[in-house]
């Protein structure tokens, strides 16, 4: 399965953008990026996905390299409630694609 | 928009006692996975179910453990003659359709202790 490497913390201010990082240069070409975060004993809660191109929605936006190898989490205005660890996750197209495999993430601390 | 609901949150059980955990999907979801997070690690997958069928149980370990999904009612993890090693928090996420990278939606998790 191909992997993904993340920072182990980030740091970021309230109401400043944030950008997360993911290296994935093992990606295959039909593999999607996916993204959750999980909120201090909660459970973890689906951010954005995408495949080729940029995405959009109202929790965030996903900008995907050229070469897909990386990608990039954007928080446009980072809140308090942001504060969460964030794992980047690939899935392949078909298959088990179900199998999510949570690493260890990016925990983001963000101050007041 | 009730999501997906986990019972109950906290769960303590001796060694040797079962422990049942109980998963209710969202509205319209037939499609349901079980994790587990052992402390300081993040979550594995364990078992996918639909409706009365087990799907893909390949995470899941041969003895003790079971799950099912009937036609009525939650979805079930059990967990035989528990021991120490099975503290963990245990999700269940549920989807719409199945595979297709198709978001899931996590409940909050039971937290299972074993003294």
């Known amino acids: 399965d191909a992997k993904t490497t993340q920072p182990n913390s980030m740091e970021s201010n309230e109401e400043e953008p944030v950008h997360l990082p993911c290296n994935h240069s093992t990606i295959s070409g039909t593999d999607y990026i996916h993204w959750y975060r999980q909120l201090p004993s909660q459970g973890p809660e689906y951010v954005i996905h995408g495949l080729t191109s940029n995405v959009n929605n109202r929790m965030a936006s996903l900008a995907i390299a050229e070469d897909r190898k990386s990608s990039t989490l954007i928080l446009h205005r980072a809140t308090l409630r942001d504060a969460a660890v964030y794992y980047c996750i690939l899935s392949p197209s078909g298959g088990s694609n179900y199998k999510l495999t949570f690493g260890k993430g990016t925990l983001l601390t963000v101050n007041p | 928009n009730a999501g997906v609901m986990q019972n109950p949150r906290h769960l303590v059980r001796r060694r040797g006692q079962e422990a049942r955990l109980r998963c209710s999907p969202m509205k319209g979801h037939s499609h349901v996975y079980w994790y587990r997070q052992l402390p300081e690690e993040g979550l594995k997958f364990m078992v996918y179910?639909?409706?009365?069928?087990?799907?893909?149980e390949s995470g899941m370990p041969k003895e003790r453990f079971s799950a099912e999904f009937p036609k009525e009612g939650p979805s079930i993890l059990r967990i035989q003659q528990v021991v120490r090693g099975d503290s963990a928090a245990y999700f269940c996420a549920s989807s719409p359709l199945g595979g297709d990278n198709q978001p899931q939606h996590f409940g909050d998790g039971t937290r299972l202790s074993i003294l």
């Open positions: 179910l639909q409706k009365e069928n087990i799907i893909d």
